[in-house]
């Protein structure tokens, strides 16, 4: 296994501002079904003045993924950049994977019991699927591969206030260390990361 997942997505929760650019872009990008949200924005506190937040949230692309774990058929596989994709040809429908996920990024075309649910769909970081490249196929499965074309996810692309990043997890990293240093606060840990991952 890797010693770490290299691309990373990462949303300053005090910087995103709820409008919802990044959903919209994934999904005119990718041209979704309707129920299917591959990126969602969720605003916690709200109402509450000077505690409301809102924050970005995809597939993170785990580096020791639970969804790959408990998949009986085994669609996920992980890149050697840390990117987590799936085999649409592979999947079942168990939902599995929707169970595992702490970001609950995976996404059913419909709800039901187990193989009624229709072909798993998730964030793919614009990086398409085992299709080939680029290709008619890989379009219709995946949505669009930007990062073959050099390109970052729409997502990112399309943020106004450079919220939402994503790139090689030290560059993050190096980018919200920046970032918390300006703030004069130094190192600030993101909501709720040093309750759920201690």
């Excluded at 691309?7 to 041209?31: G, L, P, Q, S």
């Excluded at 990062?147 to 990112?156: D, F, L, N, S, Y």
Aim: glycine share 10%; aromatic share 10%; charged share 25%.
């Amino acid at each position: 296994m890797y010693e770490y997942a290299r691309m990373k997505f990462y949303c300053d929760e005090y910087r995103c501002i709820e409008c919802n650019a990044c959903t919209v872009a994934c999904a005119e990008a990718h041209e979704l079904p309707v129920g299917i949200h591959r990126r969602k924005v969720i605003t916690l506190n709200e109402g509450i003045e000077g505690k409301e937040f809102s924050t970005s949230i995809a597939c993170m692309h785990c580096t020791d993924a639970p969804c790959a774990q408990v998949c009986p058929v085994d669609c996920f596989y992980i890149r050697e950049d840390g990117i987590v994709l799936h085999d649409k040809d592979k999947c079942i429908g168990c939902g599995y994977c929707l169970y595992a996920c702490p970001f609950g990024a995976p996404q059913f075309p419909r709800d039901g019991a187990f193989g009624v649910r229709g072909v798993m769909d998730k964030c793919t970081m614009c990086a398409g699927g085992p299709a080939p490249t680029n290709s008619i196929e890989e379009f219709e499965l995946y949505g669009q591969n930007r990062i073959a074309e050099g390109k970052v996810p729409m997502c990112a692309a399309v943020c106004s206030t450079n919220a939402l990043i994503v790139g090689d997890a030290d560059s993050v990293a190096e980018i919200k260390r920046a970032r918390d240093a300006a703030k004069g606060k130094g190192p600030m840990t993101p909501y709720g990361w040093d309750v759920a991952y201690k």
